[in-house]
C-alpha cells in the first residue's frame, strides 16, 4: 500500500486530501473521508464561525481520526472561522483564496498544521519561509477558484521551490492522477470534484446527476475580469454571467450577481440560477460510491501503475 511522509505528518493511512469545497464539504463528508483512512476537510466558505463549529462537532461525533477545516480567505468570517479552528484543534487547516500570514502563529500556537493552496511559485516560497507544515499546488483544472498554471507545470516547481511535502491538485480524479502526481514530485493528492458523487455528499440530486453525465468540455471558467476566476458547469448561470462580465457590467454588479449561487446550486439544484462548481475532472466521475471507497480506489489503482513504470527503463 503506498504510504508516504504526508501520512506521517498529518496522521492519516493515506495520502489523500478532501477538497473544501464550499457548503458542499460537511461533518459528514469529511468524517466519511478521514474514516476511510483519507484527510476529510470541512469548508468553512462563507459561513460564520458557529456554522463551522457545529460541523466540526458533527465530525468529532463521527470519526476520532484527524480531520480538516478549509478558510476561504475572501471571506468575511475569516477571521471569526480562524479562532474558532484553533480553539477547536482542529487536526489541519487548508486555506484558499488568500495569504493566511496573519493567522499562522494562533494555529501553530495551537497545535494545527497549517497547510495552504498555493497557485504559484512565489506564494510558495513565502508560505515555506512562513513556517507552513505542508503545501498544496492546485492547477487550474481544478473547480471553484483557480490560478493560471495546470498542475502538470505548477506542481513540479513548487516542488522545486520548497522542503516540505506537496500535495498535488487539479484534475485528478482516479489512480493515474495520483500516480502521474507522485511523478511530479508531490507526496499526496487532493480531490474535490471525485468526491462530489460520494454517497456521503449531500448536495441536491439535480447537483450529482450533471456531474455523473459530465462530457470532456463540461466546465468553463468565468471571474477572469474581475480578478476572481471561478471554474463550473458550463450552465445556464455562468454562460449568462460571461455575458455580462464582457459586456462591461462593472464589479459591483457582477459580485451581486454571483451571490448565493453557488448555495442554490447546493441546495435547489436548480440549473437556471445556480452555479455548479466542479472541476474537469468531473467528466471522470461516473458512479456512487461511499467516501472510503473512493479513498482506497484511487490508492489501489495507483500502485500497478507506479510498480509498472519500471518497465519502461533500460
Not at 493511512?13 to 473521508?33: N, S
Not at 492522477?177 to 499526496?188: D, E, H, K, Q, S
Not at 451571490?259 to 437556471?272: K, N, Q
Request: proline share 4%; net charge neutral.
Amino acid at each position: 500500500m503506498i504510504r508516504t511522509p504526508l501520512c506521517d505528518l498529518v496522521g492519516i493511512e493515506y495520502p489523500v486530501f478532501q477538497g473544501g469545497m464550499a457548503w458542499i464539504a460537511d461533518g459528514r463528508l469529511a468524517a466519511a473521508v478521514s474514516e476511510g483512512g483519507g484527510l476529510g476537510i470541512i469548508a468553512a466558505g462563507n459561513a460564520p464561525g458557529s456554522y463551522v463549529r457545529e460541523q466540526i462537532h458533527i465530525a468529532k461525533a463521527r470519526t476520532g481520526r484527524p480531520f480538516g477545516v478549509n478558510i476561504m480567505l475572501l471571506s468575511p468570517f475569516a477571521e471569526e472561522v480562524a479562532q474558532v479552528v484553533a480553539e477547536e484543534r482542529v487536526a489541519v487547516v487548508t486555506t484558499g483564496a488568500g495569504n493566511p500570514s496573519r493567522y499562522m502563529a494562533l494555529w501553530k500556537e495551537a497545535g494545527v498544521k497549517v497547510v495552504p493552496v498555493v497557485a504559484s511559485v512565489a506564494m510558495a516560497k513565502l508560505m515555506t519561509r512562513l513556517g507552513a507544515s505542508a503545501l498544496i499546488a492546485e492547477g487550474g483544472e481544478s473547480g471553484g477558484h483557480v490560478g493560471e498554471l495546470t498542475t502538470m507545470v505548477l506542481v513540479p516547481q513548487v516542488c522545486d521551490a520548497t522542503h516540505l511535502p506537496v500535495i498535488a491538485a487539479g484534475g485528478i480524479a482516479d489512480g493515474r492522477g495520483v500516480a502521474a502526481a507522485f511523478m511530479l514530485g508531490a507526496c499526496g493528492v487532493q480531490m474535490g470534484t471525485r468526491f462530489l458523487s460520494a454517497e456521503e455528499c449531500t448536495i441536491h440530486p439535480a447537483y450529482r446527476e450533471r456531474i455523473l453525465k459530465a462530457k470532456d468540455l463540461c466546465t468553463m471558467v468565468t471571474g477572469k475580469k474581475t480578478g476572481h476566476p471561478v471554474r463550473s458547469l458550463r450552465t445556464n448561470f455562468p454562460r449568462e454571467y460571461a455575458k455580462a462580465e464582457f459586456g462591461g457590467v462593472d464589479e459591483a454588479t457582477l459580485d451581486e450577481m454571483a451571490s448565493g449561487r453557488l448555495r442554490i446550486a447546493v441546495e435547489e439544484g436548480d440549473l437556471e440560477r445556480g452555479c455548479f462548481l466542479a472541476g474537469q475532472a468531473a467528466a471522470m466521475v461516473t458512479e456512487v460510491q461511499p467516501a472510503a471507497d473512493i479513498v482506497r480506489a484511487v490508492i489501489e489503482g495507483a500502485e500497478p501503475l507506479l510498480k509498472g513504470a519500471v518497465q519502461w527503463v533500460r
